[in-house]
């Protein structure tokens, strides 16, 4: 079974002409670690909001591990969502007001299946992940907005991942990090994603980060909307 | 959804300070609007109490705003007085119980001074039908004593023994009595009515001070000592009001004709319920503006509310943004901001009534003292629940504003908010 199986995607915003994403095929094996090239402009955002259901094609199938969520309805596809994608964005990835320990948790609030997954308590694990990550014990208890960026990008890297998410999608999570620290992220979230045995879809407009990747995708490529306003 | 509401709460406090503010100002406004509405209903009391068990309240014909005004009031001045043998008619009619003969005109440093008989001090009822009492000393005999409600003893600092003067009419300024001084011979117990703020001497007090005055002013070069004022004739010979209780209450109406119609003079009878009545109406008017007011200020706070929150909105698109991707729905996002809203709403709308059973306790004393209303400490009465209810439900309909917006732009921001 494929963890993304993607088919005559056509994508529009609501009050725009044009689509802006439109995929004629896309398929991603189950635990492949997939980098997703997307300069600006060629539909980064768009997919990951169809990917994320938060947003609806106008045509088109997007099948999430054998589940085509363009069919399910609006409460349906946020339950898809917490319960079996992990995200992980550029910054500013945790509520700032709680703490590094329960941002990692948050997750397993939002669905019992990652409550389940991440065995008998979920901090517990949170904790287990951190220290794995590891953030030293004296800040799982401070307020998450007072850690430093490289800080907070390995507790949301927690976070996305605690109760076995089979997909993780990570948008630019090192862009904030200088480039030494890129590098021992991505190694991190890669031996990360192969514990829990996720499929990790990691988007960026960095191509040097490409090469750990078993797989690189360019959306400009596939993406035949954005074909079109470059051409 | 009971995880939501759980990190509502949480943000919230995260923003304790701003929300604080607004919490603040509803506290303020929820404060403001209840206390109009004790004093209202305190005062409207009040004013019902400030004389009970009278029938008929008989003066000279007029208006009966005015009548009660100056005769239970003892504000304004009557435009005529009734003669003594008007009064007598009434007081020998076989329907009439009793009648007590009110004589207005003088003051004592702003406070009305009230000319009546020893009787007056059995007879007298207010709020619900309670006797005045004696604090201190007894009713006045002789001609030149007198007893002070407890609010002229209170601001005065009159004891039993003192000697006063008094001053012709209402004015401070006015020509003085100053050569008949009164002796404090008894102090009445607090009533919350007019009583507390008037002096009361006998009629025959009244008739002496005058003996020597002509249409309003002293008579040059004639001047009657105290002393002597026994030797002359002190039987009354006009009163400016009566009250009148009558054997039968059903006989209400043709003891009022009776009055009405009387031949020897034009007379008012009027009963103290429909008059106070019709002098709440006029007065009506002020305490719903003030009411009014305050639900205005109320308001102001709400908007503040929503405004505070709607602003905050942009520098929350972020943790809108995280709630989605962890699968909060565009629903948990509208119902977290209006809770929020709402939350705030209850929280000011108890910290209002708290402070105001705080405030009322504090400010009790001294409303009763320099306004005379008595703001009584007690739970909220169903009127006042009922404008609770009424700010909460408005503050739920406010906080539908910023949640509708937080769905909105939930919505089109998805997980990734372009900032």
Not at chain 1, 75 to 93: C, P, S, T
Not at chain 1, 200 to 215: E, I, N, P
Not at chain 2, 75 to 89: C, L, T, V
Not at chain 2, 389 to 418: M, Q
């Amino acid at each position: 079974m494929a963890a993304l199986r993607i088919t005559d995607l056509v994508f529009r915003w609501p009050r725009q002409a044009r689509p802006c994403l439109d995929i004629t095929h896309l398929e991603l094996a189950a635990g492949a670690r997939v980098f997703l090239h997307g300069p600006s402009g060629s539909g980064k955002s768009s997919l990951l909001g169809l990917l994320g259901g938060v947003a609806l094609p106008q045509r088109g199938a997007i099948e999430l591990l054998g589940t085509d969520i363009t069919r399910l309805g609006g409460r349906a596809r946020d339950r898809f969502r917490a319960e079996h994608i992990g995200f992980l964005f550029q910054q500013f990835n945790l509520l700032p007001w709680l703490s590094a320990l329960d941002n990692v948790v948050l997750p397993c609030t939002f669905s019992a299946r990652r409550r389940e997954r991440a065995g008998s308590s979920p901090r517990n694990e949170a904790e287990r992940m951190l220290r794995h990550l590891d953030l030293g014990e004296e800040l799982w208890r401070k307020p998450a907005g007072e850690l430093s960026v490289g800080q907070q990008q390995r507790v949301a890297a927690a976070r996305a991942l605690i109760g076995r998410p089979e997909i993780l999608i990570a948008d630019e999570p090192t862009s904030a990090l200088d480039a030494e620290r890129q590098q021992a992220f991505i190694d991190l979230l890669l031996q990360e994603t192969a514990v829990v045995g996720a499929t990790l879809v990691f988007v960026s407009h960095d191509q040097r980060l490409a090469g750990h990747f078993d797989r690189v995708v360019a959306l400009d490529e596939i993406n035949r909307a954005a074909q079109e306003v470059t051409a | 959804m009971t995880a939501v509401l759980r990190l509502a709460a949480l943000s919230a406090w995260s923003r304790r300070l701003t929300l604080g503010l607004s919490l603040i100002a509803i506290a303020l406004a929820v404060t403001l609007l209840l206390a109009v509405e004790r004093i209202r209903g305190d005062a409207r009391q009040n004013f019902a109490q400030s004389v009970s068990g009278v029938d008929l309240v008989v003066g000279a014909r007029g208006g009966s705003v005015q009548l009660m005004l100056y005769a239970v009031f003892h504000a304004g001045a009557a435009s005529n007085n009734i003669s003594w043998d008007s009064y007598r008619a009434i007081a020998t009619h076989p329907a009439v119980d009793w009648a007590l003969p009110l004589s207005l005109g003088d003051s004592h440093r702003g406070f009305a001074v009230l000319g009546t008989v020893p009787e007056y001090f059995q007879r007298f009822r207010h709020g619900d039908g309670e006797a005045l009492r004696f604090r201190e000393g007894r009713a006045f005999g002789g001609v030149f004593e007198v007893v002070l409600g407890s609010e002229v003893v209170q601001r005065l600092g009159y004891r039993l023994g003192d000697s006063i003067t008094l001053s012709h009419g209402m004015s401070e300024l006015g020509p003085a009595h100053g050569d008949k001084p009164f002796r404090v011979v008894g102090i009445l117990a607090a009533t919350g009515t007019p009583v507390d703020r008037t002096l009361h001497v006998g009629l025959e007090a009244i008739s002496a001070l005058h003996l020597d005055w002509v249409g309003g002013a002293p008579l040059p070069g004639v001047n009657i000592p105290s002393e002597l004022v026994t030797k002359f004739d002190l039987k009354p010979k006009e009163i400016t009001a009566a009250l009148v209780g009558l054997k039968q209450r059903g006989d209400v109406f043709r003891m009022q004709r009776f009055v009405n119609q009387y031949r020897g003079e034009p007379l008012l009878g009027v009963m103290p319920g429909v008059a106070l009545d019709e002098l709440w109406q006029t007065i009506g008017i002020v305490e719903r503006s003030l009411l009014a007011v305050s639900a205005l200020v109320v308001l102001v706070g709400l908007a503040g509310l929503a405004a505070t929150l709607l602003a905050g909105l942009n520098e929350r698109r972020r943790e809108l943004a995280i709630l989605r991707a962890l699968g909060a729905g565009p629903g948990e996002i509208f119902l977290m901001l209006t809770a929020e809203g709402l939350l705030v709403t209850i929280l000011g709308a108890l910290l209002g009534l708290l402070l105001l059973g705080a405030g009322s306790g504090l400010a009790a004393p001294w409303l009763l003292e320099r306004f005379g209303v008595v703001l009584a400490t007690r739970l909220p009465g169903n009127e006042e629940l009922a404008l609770i209810g009424a700010v909460i439900l408005t503050g739920l309909v406010a906080s539908l504003v910023p949640g509708w917006r937080a769905w909105r732009r939930s919505l089109a921001d998805g997980l990734t908010p372009r900032l």
